[in-house]
């Protein structure tokens, strides 16, 4: 059975940190990329960041450059994203999602995504 399972979700006030986790079971690791997507109220979800597994190539999207830093265990089969000088403009459900064998030019589509967890929460108050 295939799993992502996020955590490291909460409330913090604008300017701390976060770090969130993604554990995944049920397919080979290193075949895949990890992408983490968020969606506020009303929006739709986006890209945030995403990590090859097989390459260790990494994307961000341009308002969280210099801010979060994505990394992968492959030993472990974990994601994670740290998330540092939040912002209220971060409040959203963060997820995480598996491709297989992704290029660069389609990390951000979510359509070629195979595997998606269920979501952490993350509110930044100001």
């Known amino acids: 059975e295939v799993q992502l399972v996020e955590s490291g979700g909460g409330l913090v006030q604008a300017g701390g940190s976060l770090r969130l986790s993604c554990a995944a079971s049920?397919?080979?690791?290193?075949?895949?990329?990890i992408g983490w997507f968020r969606q506020a109220p009303g929006k739709g979800r986006e890209a945030v960041s995403c990590?090859?597994?097989?390459?260790?190539?990494?994307y961000y999207t341009d308002s969280v450059k210099g801010r979060f830093t994505i990394s992968s265990d492959n030993a472990n089969n974990t994601v994670y994203l740290q998330m540092n000088n939040l912002k209220p403009e971060d409040t959203a459900v963060y997820s995480c999602?598996?491709?297989?064998?992704?290029?660069?030019?389609?990390?951000?589509?979510?359509?070629?995504?195979?595997?998606w967890g269920q979501g952490t929460q993350v509110t930044v108050s100001s």
């Open positions: 990590i090859a597994s097989y390459d260790h190539r990494t």
């Open positions: 049920g397919f080979t690791f290193d075949d895949y990329a």
């Open positions: 999602a598996a491709g297989q064998k992704l290029n660069p030019s389609t990390v951000t589509n979510l359509g070629r995504y195979d595997y």
